[in-house]
Structure formats: C-alpha cells, structure tokens
C-alpha cells in the first residue's frame, strides 16, 4: 500500500525564519495531497489541499510544491512566527481510494522568539 | 459552521476492559472517520463510514467495533483494552470523501490502560 515518509520529525527555527518539511509518497497514482496543522489538545486542522495537476500552490505565508517526478511533498513556511508552533501532518489519499488518507508522521515544529 | 464533538475527552480502562467512544458531528457530512494517533507514528485509519449503517474497515481494525446507527454519530469499541495501552483516538468527518476537500476533525479522546 501507499507509504508516506515525513522528514524531519522535529524542526526548531527562530521567529522570521523558514521552516520546510518534506513528504515522499510511493504511489504515483496518487491524487490528492494535504497538509494539516495539529495544536496541542487539538485535532487537525487542514491548511492546504493540492490536485496531482498542481506543481505549486501559495496561501497567506504558506507554499506546497509538489514534485511528481520525484513523488515529493513539501511545505514551506515562511517569516515563521511563534504561532505556527505546532505538529504539522501531510497526507495523500492512497489505494485508489476516495476515502483513505495516509499520513505521515508528523514534524513537531517550535518557532523560538 | 459546525463541530464534532468526541466524549469522553480522557479514559481510562483496565486491562481487558470494552471500551467505547462517541463521536457527534452537525456538519451533516456522509462519510466519517476514526483515526488512531501514536506518538511518532502519525494517524492510522481504524474504520471509516460512508453512510449511515455503513462501515469500512480501515487499516488497524483488528481489536475494534464500530457502530454507525445515526448519520451524525460513529462509535468506535475497543473490544478488549491492551495493559498499558496509551493512544488519542480522533474522530473526523467529510462531505462525501477525503478526495472532495476536507477533513474535520473533532479534538481527540486520549486512551490510558492501567
């Protein structure tokens, strides 16, 4: 089945800096890519969506590339603040499914003032 | 704008125990979801509802029951709780599918088994 591997698992950078977490898929069929924000005590919440048609996307200080050629995921936050301390998730659908996510693992991401 | 709200917020279970949680959402969405969140392992599918009295096994459903009597609520079983035993299990849900845009998320039940 669809594997997703997230690096790095922890990333510390300081206020105004970027911050880029990285996902690598195994199923080049796959579709739909996400990325979620988790706050502690909180569920996730979804930041971005992308369609396998899309190279590039950008949202207020956020921007997902994807790399189809090298099933590559990212997401770059720049001018990270404080705020955006939290765990950050991407997830594709997976097994030809429109129902399944897969995630990953997660990158616990601190923005230190 | 709607909520999904999971009760309990915290359990705790002795060894062997059946354990429930309950998950309400009034967004009117179709499809809902149970994920099981370990640390460092990331959000694994448990079961997941198309409709109302539907049920999908996922990829870790072995150990659990799910129940989808109403279309806004879906309650998950562990049919016989694992000694020290440590998990947030979340509930989500979805207009249709995971591929129509998003998931909602309730905030978790957080599992202890002494």
């Known amino acids: 089945g669809e594997q997703v591997e997230q690096r790095p698992p922890h990333l510390s950078v300081p206020e105004g800096d970027s911050a880029v977490i990285i996902c690598t898929y195994t199923d080049s069929a796959t579709a739909y890519f996400y990325w979620y924000k988790q706050e502690p005590g909180a569920g996730l919440q979804l930041l971005m969506s992308v369609f396998s048609n899309v190279d590039r996307k950008e949202e207020q200080g956020l921007t997902v590339l994807l790399n189809k050629k090298d099933k590559q995921l990212s997401l770059n936050l720049t001018a990270a603040h404080p705020g955006d301390s939290a765990v950050y998730f991407c997830a594709v659908t997976s097994g030809g499914s429109n129902y399944k996510l897969t995630f990953g693992k997660g990158t616990l991401l601190t923005v230190t003032p | 704008g709607g909520i999904i709200t999971q009760t309990p917020k915290f359990l705790i279970g002795q060894e062997g125990q059946k354990l429930t949680l309950k998950c309400q959402q009034n967004?009117?969405?179709?499809?809902m979801y149970w994920y099981r969140q370990d640390s460092g392992k990331g959000l694994r599918l448990i079961y997941y509802?198309?409709?109302?009295?539907?049920?999908q096994k996922g990829d870790l459903s072995e150990g659990y029951d799910a129940s989808r009597e109403k279309k806004s609520s879906f309650s998950l079983t562990v049919t016989s709780a694992q000694k020290n035993e440590m998990a947030v299990f979340l509930c989500?849900?979805?207009?249709?599918?995971?591929?129509?845009?998003?998931?909602?998320f309730g905030e978790g039940s957080k599992l202890t088994v002494l």
């Open positions: 967004f009117n969405h179709d499809t």
């Open positions: 989500a849900s979805s207009m249709e599918g995971a591929n129509t845009g998003q998931l909602y």
């Open positions: 509802s198309i409709t109302e009295n539907d049920l």
